[in-house]
């Protein structure tokens, strides 16, 4: 029976302790009134973040050609050109990469790694992309929102790996770039050279 009692007295002091301790932690109150408060840490990027940048959310990027345009006054790339610029649907394109140099080869691991990283990217830019190896020069990729192909463009071509874009019947490469079978044709006959001279 002492025991009994004892231990009822014992659980009610450590009971009591607890809770004394749990009572005299220091606790932060924060006013419900927040007037006075003055929050300077905001930027101009913060306040930026998360509005979209997209020709979907903007009236200015988006102007479709009045009704009265007439379109037998341009030629086929024009039109294409025009076409291209009001783009919303699904996309796919190819992108050529830089082609190595002799000491220096490109395995289907690299390309695949390539691929990988510039998914990843693209991704953390909102844009869903999907892309896949052709082979050891050559990525393909697929879009479900065509919008955002001017976005792809300029992250591709500001990738150093990669040498040109091509989206639809459009190719794009950096200012300055040959067209990619020129640089074939000028290293063919660079090696043919180099060759002939042996």
């Known amino acids: 029976m002492k025991k009994r009692i004892l231990f009822v007295f014992l659980s009610a002091f450590l009971l ?13 109150s924060i006013p419900d009134d927040l007037a006075n408060v003055v929050d300077e840490e905001e930027d101009e990027q913060w306040k930026e973040w998360g509005k979209t940048t997209t020709k979907k959310s903007s009236t200015v990027d988006f102007d479709p050609p009045p ?7 341009l030629n086929h790339d024009e039109i294409q050109n025009e076409m291209f610029k009001r783009f919303v649907g699904p996309a796919f394109g190819f992108i050529k990469l830089r082609l190595t140099t002799d000491s220096v080869s490109r395995s289907t691991d690299d390309v695949n790694e390539i691929a990988t990283r510039w998914s990843k990217l693209l991704r953390t830019a909102s844009i869903e992309i999907t892309l896949m190896t052709v082979d050891l020069n050559t990525i393909m990729f697929t879009m479900k929102k065509g919008e955002n192909t001017l976005e792809l463009k300029d992250f591709i071509l500001n990738q150093e790996d990669a040498y040109e874009v091509k989206i639809g019947d459009h190719l794009f490469r950096r200012h300055g770039d040959p067209p990619l079978d020129e640089l074939i044709e000028m290293r ?9 001279e042996l």
């Open 16 to 28: 009591i302790l607890f809770i004394r301790a749990a009572e005299g932690k220091k606790r932060t």
């Open 188 to 196: 063919r006959q660079k090696t043919s050279a180099a060759v002939d």
């Open 67 to 73: 009704l009265d345009y007439d379109f037998s006054k």
